[in-house]
């Protein structure tokens, strides 16, 4: 992307949601995209990125703050998809498999942009250091499977029918905190909605995201080093991360609305 271009996104942090937002939704669905071009991609969003961080300055950058808050501007923008428009998608599958059709997808999905992160560890972006002088592509990469994940969470919710409150921003925080705790949103839980949105909220999303960030230095390896081990760990963490969500939703009587007791293995 041009310079010039990238600079105009410096204008509007809405705008900046919106095509960071597209630009993931085109990582998480396009199953038959090649390296090259989802390398592109993610060389587009950290550029992107870069912008953003000059604008946010040094202290929020260190301080993961910055992270946290391009996360969730984000997040509310990712497309997802409603039950009936999943299993169109799915051949009219239902229940556990269409659920394991769409980890499987997003396990793809994530282990594919680690390979591409590995592939360009060695790529400078013009500029500043971003979190601990940490090239613009590691942290993209950070942004990018977290949202995966999330767009992932938000969808299983609809494949459990497990209802959650609000739209926009309100969902997008519901799901974001649901990611950083690695647990289904609970709808008999009183004041679920309003502590998605609060201070602790922001906190424990800020920590998770580090720690993700931490897990993707693995991609500043030799190439193939890099690229396989950040694709391995990302598959790994992303099922895992499902497994538990999954074993929440299955503990909701959705018919009734009443909880029933958690599945084997839950929590």
């Known amino acids: 992307m041009p310079e010039n271009e990238v600079e105009r996104w410096e204008d509007g942090e809405d705008r900046l ?38 604008r946010a300055g040094a202290a929020g950058v260190g301080r993961g703050r ?33 659920a394991d059709l769409l980890v499987r997808a997003a396990q793809r999905a994530t282990t594919g942009v680690g390979a591409a992160g590995g592939a360009l560890a060695a790529i400078e972006f013009a500029a500043p250091p971003l979190l601990l002088s940490a090239p613009a592509q590691i942290v993209a990469e950070t942004v990018v499977v977290a949202t995966i994940e999330v767009k992932l969470i938000a969808e299983l919710h609809e494949v459990y029918g497990v209802k959650v409150p609000g739209t926009g921003t309100a969902r997008g925080a519901i799901f974001l905190q649901s990611w950083a705790q690695q647990r289904g949103f609970d709808p008999m839980a009183p004041g679920s909605v309003t502590a998605a949105l609060g201070v602790a909220a922001k906190t424990g999303l800020r920590k998770r995201l580090l720690r993700t960030f931490g897990r993707h230095f693995t991609t500043l390896g030799p190439f193939l080093t890099g690229a396989v081990a950040g694709g391995a760990l990302n598959r790994a963490a992303t099922k895992r991360l499902a497994d538990k969500i999954r074993d929440d939703l299955r503990g909701y009587h959705i018919e009734t609305g009443r909880q029933r007791p958690s599945v084997e293995g839950g929590h």
């Open 17 to 54: 949601g919106h095509e960071m937002a597209e630009l993931v939704g085109r990582l998480s669905v396009e199953d038959d995209m090649d390296r090259e071009t989802r390398g592109r991609v993610l060389g587009r969003i950290a550029r992107l990125m870069a912008a953003s961080a000059r």
């Open 66 to 98: 910055w992270l946290t808050d391009t996360v969730m501007e984000i997040a509310p923008h990712v497309p997802v998809r409603d039950l009936e428009t999943l299993r169109a998608h799915h051949d009219g599958e239902t229940g556990e498999a269409l």
